[in-house]
């Protein structure tokens, strides 16, 4: 108990200190009245008795100085002491205390905003069970130019029984379904999972059950597990949701489980789960899951890899499908990555270099900061030689220091916290849509631990700034010189110089990055992407569903009736539909065969990207038709054996796109040929940045490129093209939903999108990075400038004598006025040189982030260096102005 | 100030505070009386640091103080010892019983 009576005592000693003052003063006045009735008592006479009285008790101020000591809070009244004075400083010189810590909310701001992102994307550990034994699993063809490719299931069947480096092992893939009759139909996110996969990510169901092996066997009715939030948005919570069915694909689907809240499986979050049906006579050589297993102990990534690559005739005999020495033309491997590296991608590289970029801010913000304390700290030499010479201690001038710079330490901290809550809003409206995991990004514990890192790393080092540079001054000297330049000044002077021009350098690297951003951006606007003012051209997918369409030829009829209501509506110039529109990250690709370039064996056959399209689609993007037709309905519904080829693939094999109209072309020796009845303008389908592929147009319906001979195919699931020269195609969108209504009341419209925004998000990471640096340069330039302004003035101030000497001994005020700017011109080329370097070895890491730009391009780097230069001039012009205009008389007259 | 008193035995003041203390409350300068009346002015205590071990004592939960109204109807905080100081006061005699009999012991011999 008796740390409860001290904890009391102290907190009473604190938080009421009058209340104990009072009662030690009256306690001590009382035993002074007693001992001197005593005295008095013994016969001393009353004037006597009250010296007596006194000497025996020994100073009252020093008693209770020693009581005080007892009451355990000696070090919370100093501290107390210590703030009430700084903020008294603070408030005399209000200048110093807002810029300092709006410098470092600034810069602690910024660093901290962009950590959370670094943190939250890179550093954190996914949210599974042992999220470290987890490995990603993909193909590997470099024979065919094929660096990466999605699973094989005929490969997940032979690694389930063979594989000794993985415990288990487990698929999924993405998909879109219709959800019908629950409430308007709409168009879903889902995956299709192997029940493996759930158990060994170690995700339990918050309800029910996982799929069961059965489940994934061709017959019965798929099973569904709904995501938690689909369950509460759609089911309302219902907890008898097991009992209950939900209409897939116009499919009853029984409902089995809940998956609990907050699950990602990959970083994609799908409204529920579907078992994965793998075809049992399936062989080896189609790729279309991906694969995630755990590996067996002992095993790395590599070794694991390396046994699964070995395990790839197995399959083939198992499995038989693509012979096995084609696969081995492929240079056809299996690829283990940690789960982490392959959901974070490449990502990491621009935010490392944002977070550079940042990190230079806070840095920059720091040497202002450095350059605010010197100058305080020599206008405050006197003030403190004197206290230290009535007795102050070192030990206590130091802490009082400390105080001080935590103090503007925790207030930058503070606002710091608060502008990177703000800025990491805007942050994640502007990031790209491409970075991973950022739902996992937030001000959360490592986050705020990294900004107080910060914040107390700069409050401590600055509170030993003082002490470091007042270290050597003797006491006599400071209170000698009068606070005018004496020895160690010019020590000070070089150091402020010296981070003048680190200033300026920073300010130059940033400034450089940011130059080459912008001329990436401006190339990238240049490159014609295929199609013509994409923001007038509305986007949104409708799939047709068995059930409202059996065949083939219903579905592709159904589409036709859609985009010619749509067509109709007024406003509207053109329509189209496609199974992939330009960039939307699906490419279907497949070998073929030109009739008049037989493929000799062993030679790489390159793969080309195949699309499905309606009549009127190249109209509507206004790619160029170069030669020949373009589709009609009729190709579709004729099953013609007809295609339209992209411009690159043309320039293969024929020098002009007149020459290929007519010529004739197959996937395999056994396919009936292809006729090309058309050339049409390349479309940059990859991105901007990519070349574009050479890319094969079919109609909607045709016999079928793979499967049994006769079998007609459709792609079902269209992406919608409408183009419009209304203001905003977007404002379409109401017409366009109740014209598809009157057609068929049971399709959503899903992913609504205008071309544009499509082309946007494409090009979103350099527009992110720019804009990054963009800000961080623009800080970094404003800070640069304040410090040598300050640098200027303050050596202006410094030397008002001697310049006014001069102007007494003939100089021209212009002449002092050029002084002057020489000095910030010595600042600001010292800057630029050291800048330059640094730039120079910096804008190498942006080498992968830049587009049609060398990372040393001349052209940025001489833009960026003179107006720069500029700047600086003008922020020493001032001074120097100031300096011409000095009033002799009174120059010399002044102290 | 006429003969040199012997100093306190460092920290044995504040043993002696709770004797006295044990015997019925009283106030700081009560207290300074008894101690020297007692051992017959052979102990002086440094009436200032007095209230500084109280104090210290206070904050160790071994007493506790309370306002009251001597017979001279003055207001004086009075000091009384809790249950811990008891157990306190308890360690310390004996302490200082073997203290003492071992420095006797020594300084017996001839």
Not at chain 1, 126 to 135: A, F, K, N
Not at chain 1, 693 to 716: C, D, K, Q
Not at chain 2, 17 to 35: A, D, Y
Not at chain 2, 61 to 66: D, P
Request: hydrophobic residues 45%; aromatic residues 8%.
């Amino acid at each position: 108990m008796r740390w409860i009576s001290n904890l009391w005592f102290r907190l009473r000693a604190t938080f009421s200190p009058r209340r104990m003052e009072r009662d030690m003063e009256e306690e001590m006045a009382f035993h002074m009245e007693m001992e001197m009735k005593k005295l008095v008592r013994d016969g001393v006479p009353p004037g006597r008795a009250r010296r007596e009285a006194l000497r025996n008790f020994g100073d009252p101020l020093r008693q209770k100085e020693r009581a005080r000591d007892a009451w355990g809070i000696r070090w919370i009244q100093d501290l107390r002491s210590d703030t009430r004075q700084t903020f008294r400083s603070l408030r005399r010189n209000p200048g110093f205390a807002s810029v300092t810590i709006l410098t470092l909310s600034l810069g602690i701001g910024g660093t901290t905003a962009i950590f959370s992102v670094l943190n939250g994307i890179l550093l954190k550990p996914l949210p599974y069970q042992d999220p470290d034994g987890l490995v990603a699993l993909t193909h590997t063809m470099p024979g065919i130019d094929v660096p990466k490719a999605p699973l094989g299931p005929a490969l997940f069947r032979t690694y389930r029984e063979h594989a000794r480096s993985l415990q288990a092992i487990g698929l999924w893939r993405a998909l879109t379904r219709t959800v019908t009759e629950l409430a308007e139909p709409e168009r879903v996110e889902v995956m299709e999972v192997t029940g493996s996969l759930i158990d060994l990510l170690g995700i339990s169901p918050f309800l029910g059950r996982g799929f069961t092996a059965e489940e994934e066997e061709p017959g019965s009715p798929r099973p569904v597990i709904l995501s938690y939030g689909y369950w509460r948005s759609r089911f309302g919570g219902d907890p008898d949701v097991l009992e209950r069915t939900i209409r897939v694909e116009g499919v009853e689907s029984p409902i089995i489980g809940v998956l609990p809240p907050n699950v990602r499986i990959q970083d994609s979050d799908p409204s529920f789960l579907v078992p994965v049906r793998l075809d049992p006579d399936q062989g080896v050589g189609s790729w279309n899951f991906e694969g995630i297993a755990r590996l067996a102990p002992g095993f790395s990534p590599s070794s694991a890899s390396a046994e699964l690559s070995a395990l790839t005739p197995l399959a083939c005999e198992l499995y038989p499908g693509i012979a096995l020495d084609e696969l081995e033309r492929r240079g056809f491997g299996t690829v283990a990555t940690p789960l982490k590296a392959e959901v974070v991608g490449d990502t990491g590289k621009v935010l490392w270099v944002v977070f550079g970029t940042v990190a230079l801010v806070l840095l920059l913000a720091c040497t202002n900061v450095a350059n605010l304390f010197l100058l305080k700290t020599d206008g405050l030499a006197r003030d403190v030689a004197l206290r230290r010479a009535l007795g102050a201690s070192r030990e206590r001038l130091f802490r009082q220091n400390l105080t001080e710079s935590l103090l503007l330490g925790v207030a930058g901290g503070l606002g710091g916290v608060a502008l990177a809550w703000g800025g990491l809003r805007l942050l994640l409206r502007i990031a790209p849509p491409s970075l991973p995991r950022l739902v996992e990004v937030g001000l959360d514990a490592p986050t705020l631990l990294f900004s107080l890192g910060v914040t107390l790393a700069v409050g401590v080092v600055f509170g030993f700034l003082p002490e470091l540079r007042r270290g050597g001054a003797p006491l006599v000297d400071s209170l000698n010189d009068g606070g005018r330049a004496g020895s160690t000044s010019r020590v000070r002077n070089r150091v402020r110089n010296l981070l003048a021009v680190v200033q300026v350098a920073l300010a130059l690297v940033l400034l450089a990055g940011s130059g080459l951003m912008i001329r990436t951006f401006l190339a990238l606007r240049e490159v014609p992407p295929g199609y013509e003012r994409p923001a007038e051209v509305l986007t949104f997918r409708i799939s047709i569903p068995g059930t409202e369409a059996p065949t083939a030829d219903d579905a592709a009829r159904a589409h036709q009736e859609i985009l010619g209501r749509l067509a109709g509506l007024p406003g509207v110039t053109a329509v189209g539909a496609a199974y992939s529109v330009a960039m939307e990250g699906w490419e279907p690709v497949e070998n073929v065969i030109v009739e008049e370039f037989p493929v000799t064996e062993g030679e790489p056959n390159p793969l080309r990207v195949l699309d499905w399209i309606s009549p009127g689609y190249f109209h509507t993007l206004q790619t160029p038709l170069l030669a020949g037709r373009p589709f009609d309905w009729a190709d579709a519904r004729e099953h013609r054996h007809v295609a339209i080829v992209s411009e690159t693939f043309a320039k293969g094999f024929w020098l002009t796109p007149q020459e290929a109209v007519g010529k004739r072309f197959r996937m395999d020796n056994a396919d009936e040929w292809k006729e090309i009845v058309g050339v049409v303008g390349d479309i940059r389908s990859r991105g901007v940045t990519e070349e574009p592929p050479g890319v094969l147009y079919f109609p909607l319906v045709m016999e079928a490129l793979w499967g049994p001979p006769g079998y007609v195919h459709t792609e079902r699931d269209l992406r919608y093209t409408i183009r419009s020269a209304r203001h905003r195609a977007t404002d379409l969108l109401p017409e366009v939903r109740q014209a598809v209504r009157e057609v068929n009341p049971r399709l959503p419209l899903s992913s609504v999108q205008t071309l544009d925004a499509i082309f946007a998000a494409s090009i979103s990471r350099t527009t992110f990075t720019l804009t990054m640096l963009g800000i961080a340069a623009g800080v970094a330039l404003v800070l640069g400038v304040v410090g040598v302004y300050g640098v200027i003035s303050y050596l202006v101030a410094q030397r008002r004598r001697e310049m006014g000497i001069r102007l007494a001994l003939g100089s021209t005020s212009g002449q002092v006025g050029a002084m002057v700017l020489r000095a910030g011109g010595r600042l600001a080329l010292a800057g630029i040189v050291l800048g330059g370097l640094l730039a120079a070895a910096l804008t190498r890491l942006l080498t992968t982030l830049l587009f049609g730009v060398s990372p040393l391009d001349p052209l940025t780097f001489a833009g960026v260096t003179a107006s720069l230069l500029a700047v600086v001039l003008l922020a020493s012009y001032l001074p120097a102005r100031r300096a011409a205009g000095l009033n002799l008389t009174e120059t010399l007259r002044g102290d | 100030m006429g003969t040199q008193k012997p100093d306190m035995i460092k920290g044995t003041l504040d043993m002696l505070i709770l004797k006295i203390l044990s015997l019925e409350p009283m106030h700081g300068w009560g207290i300074s009386e008894q101690i020297q009346q007692i051992s017959r002015e052979a102990l002086q205590v440094n009436q200032g640091s007095l209230y500084a071990s109280l104090h210290k004592l206070t904050r160790e939960g071994w007493i506790r103080s309370y306002w009251e109204v001597t017979e001279n109807n003055r207001r004086a905080r009075y000091y009384t010892l809790t249950r811990a100081g008891e157990k306190q006061l308890g360690l310390e005699a004996e302490h200082w019983d073997r203290l003492a009999s071992a420095v006797a012991r020594i300084m017996a011999l001839s």
